[in-house]
């Protein structure tokens, strides 16, 4: 009998392999971080000739990883400057959460990663996945969306009560703007109008791209910087063919429909606070969508480099 190859997904026995132990998830977060050399977090410095290993001892309270820097004369280890340094919890359930949080298409909720990873409260388990969150949160783009840009607003957020009861007072509005077949890039907007939205298209996408979007009224006078196109949704419409070019917002709208399934089905409720951070998380989700499991959460984690996030209680995890 034929056996089926191995998914190229990361399977609950390599997650096992790769993050089993605390040894192990270090290793790998060393991997990634480094993989063009170690680079001392205090300095900055990447001359290899610099680096010696410094011996774990107990006694001495000298953790495995640790090294040696002549450059700066310090010690450091790889967590260093990243959302790990400093917290309680394990690296290795850091590291399986960052890979459930990474591979879920609608998320994770605390309370869940909380019971698989037996962290000792929600609030930890809260507070360890707004950390992955605030991780993956772009600082800001290097270059403005080009080609066809599809973009749509929606009210998210609020309690389960309420929500598609045209009751808006306690949802939050936000735009995204997704490049056909490539990156989504979605925010919250403090009111939905004209001038805020076309803002968001201007900070985001190059002039003269196609930008493609219902019929909202608040959309118009894009023209002449942006070549716009809408669709009548009122009017049955949702995609119209012009020559080998299709006007829809089927990509932003199916971008809208898993955020809100996560945001209903997963979380029941996200805050007006809290909601930049899970867009963060659905944003880094679609944009590495082509990618394994493995891949996806690898690309994050290159993020949790230089975002500590402080909490103003003691209390952090
Ligand atoms: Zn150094």
Request: with cysteine.
């Given at each position: 009998?034929?056996?089926?190859?191995a998914?190229?997904?990361?399977?609950?026995?390599?997650?096992?392999?790769r993050?089993?132990?605390?040894?192990k998830?270090?290793?790998?977060?060393?991997?990634?971080?480094?993989?063009?050399?170690?680079v001392?977090?205090?300095?900055?410095?990447?001359?290899q000739s610099?680096?010696?290993?410094i011996a774990p001892?107990?006694?001495?309270k000298?953790r495995?990883?640790?090294?040696?820097?002549?450059?700066?004369?310090?010690?450091?280890?790889?967590t260093?400057?990243?959302?790990?340094?400093?917290?309680?919890?394990?690296?290795?359930?850091?590291?399986?959460?960052?890979?459930?949080?990474?591979?879920?298409?609608?998320?994770?909720?605390?309370?869940?990663?909380?019971?698989?990873?037996?962290?000792?409260?929600?609030?930890s388990?809260?507070?360890?996945?707004?950390?992955i969150?605030?991780?993956?949160?772009?600082?800001?783009?290097?270059?403005?969306?080009?080609?066809?840009?599809?973009?749509?607003?929606?009210?998210?957020g609020?309690t389960?009560?309420?929500v598609g009861?045209?009751?808006?007072?306690?949802?939050?509005?936000?735009?995204?703007?997704?490049?056909?077949?490539?990156?989504v890039r979605?925010?919250?907007?403090?009111?939905?109008?004209?001038?805020n939205?076309?803002?968001?298209?201007?900070?985001?996408?190059?002039?003269?791209?196609?930008?493609h979007?219902?019929?909202?009224?608040?959309?118009?006078?894009?023209e002449?910087?942006?070549?716009?196109k809408?669709?009548?949704?009122?009017?049955?419409e949702?995609?119209?063919?012009?020559?080998?070019n299709?006007?829809?917002?089927?990509?932003v709208?199916?971008?809208f429909?898993?955020?809100?399934?996560?945001?209903?089905?997963?979380?029941?409720?996200?805050s007006?606070?809290?909601?930049?951070?899970?867009?963060a998380?659905?944003?880094?989700?679609?944009?590495?969508?082509?990618?394994?499991?493995?891949?996806?959460?690898?690309?994050g984690?290159l993020?949790?480099q230089?975002?500590?996030?402080?909490?103003?209680?003691?209390?952090?995890?």
């Amino acid at each position: 009998m034929k056996t089926k190859p191995a998914p190229k997904d990361l399977t609950l026995i390599q997650l096992f392999d790769r993050f089993g132990t605390d040894e192990k998830a270090r290793k790998h977060l060393e991997s990634v971080l480094w993989k063009g050399g170690i680079v001392c977090p205090k300095c900055q410095c990447n001359d290899q000739s610099k680096f010696s290993d410094i011996a774990p001892n107990e006694a001495a309270k000298t953790r495995a990883g640790l090294r040696w820097c002549a450059n700066c004369k310090d010690k450091f280890t790889v967590t260093i400057g990243t959302i790990f340094e400093d917290s309680h919890i394990p690296l290795r359930k850091w590291l399986i959460a960052w890979y459930l949080l990474c591979s879920s298409k609608k998320g994770i909720s605390s309370l869940q990663l909380q019971r698989l990873l037996e962290i000792g409260s929600y609030r930890s388990a809260l507070f360890m996945a707004h950390r992955i969150r605030h991780a993956l949160k772009e600082t800001g783009y290097a270059e403005k969306m080009t080609g066809t840009i599809e973009v749509d607003e929606t009210f998210v957020g609020g309690t389960n009560k309420g929500v598609g009861g045209g009751n808006r007072k306690h949802l939050t509005p936000v735009v995204a703007m997704v490049q056909r077949g490539g990156e989504v890039r979605s925010k919250v907007m403090p009111t939905v109008n004209g001038a805020n939205l076309k803002q968001a298209i201007r900070d985001n996408v190059q002039i003269c791209s196609e930008v493609h979007t219902d019929a909202n009224y608040a959309y118009r006078g894009l023209e002449p910087k942006f070549t716009h196109k809408s669709v009548k949704h009122c009017a049955g419409e949702y995609s119209r063919h012009e020559g080998e070019n299709v006007v829809t917002t089927a990509s932003v709208e199916s971008f809208f429909s898993l955020l809100k399934r996560g945001v209903v089905g997963t979380f029941h409720h996200v805050s007006a606070q809290h909601l930049p951070l899970y867009l963060a998380e659905f944003d880094h989700r679609h944009n590495c969508r082509k990618m394994t499991d493995g891949e996806r959460t690898d690309v994050g984690l290159l993020k949790a480099q230089g975002k500590r996030l402080i909490y103003k209680t003691q209390s952090q995890p």
